[in-house]
C-alpha cells in the first residue's frame, strides 16, 4: 500500500515566532487535498494544556527544490482562511513566486 509523501522536521519562518519554539506536526501531503497540499501545524504544551497553531498548507516539488506556502489569516484570529498570501521559493519577485504558485497549485 502507498502512502502519502510526508515531511518530519523543522520550519523556521522569520515573524512568525512560534515556528521556533513549538514543534512542528508532520506534514502530510494528502493527495485527497487539492492533490497533494499538506496542513503546516505547531503544537506545544502550556500549564498542561495541548496549543495548537496552524500556519497554512503547502505544497513542494522534489526535496523542497521549490515550495509555496499559503498562509491562513487573520494570523491573531482562531477563525481563519485563505486569501492571496502565499511565501514561495525560490523567487526573487512577485511575479516569479506566483508564477511557481501556478506551477505548483494542481
Do not use: C, H
Request: no cysteine.
Amino acid at each position: 500500500m502507498f502512502s502519502d509523501p510526508k515531511f518530519t522536521g523543522t520550519l523556521t519562518i522569520e515573524g512568525f515566532e512560534y515556528t521556533k519554539t513549538y514543534e512542528l506536526v508532520p506534514i502530510v501531503f494528502n493527495k485527497k487535498i487539492g492533490q497533494g497540499w499538506g496542513y503546516i501545524i505547531y503544537s506545544t504544551v502550556k500549564n498542561g494544556n495541548p496549543e495548537l497553531k496552524s500556519l497554512g498548507v503547502m505544497r513542494m516539488n522534489g526535496k523542497f527544490d521549490e515550495f509555496v506556502i499559503w498562509l491562513f489569516e487573520p494570523f491573531d484570529s482562531d477563525s481563519k482562511g485563505t486569501t492571496d498570501l502565499i511565501l514561495a521559493s525560490p523567487a526573487a519577485s512577485w511575479s516569479e513566486a506566483m508564477a511557481l504558485y501556478d506551477r505548483l497549485k494542481n
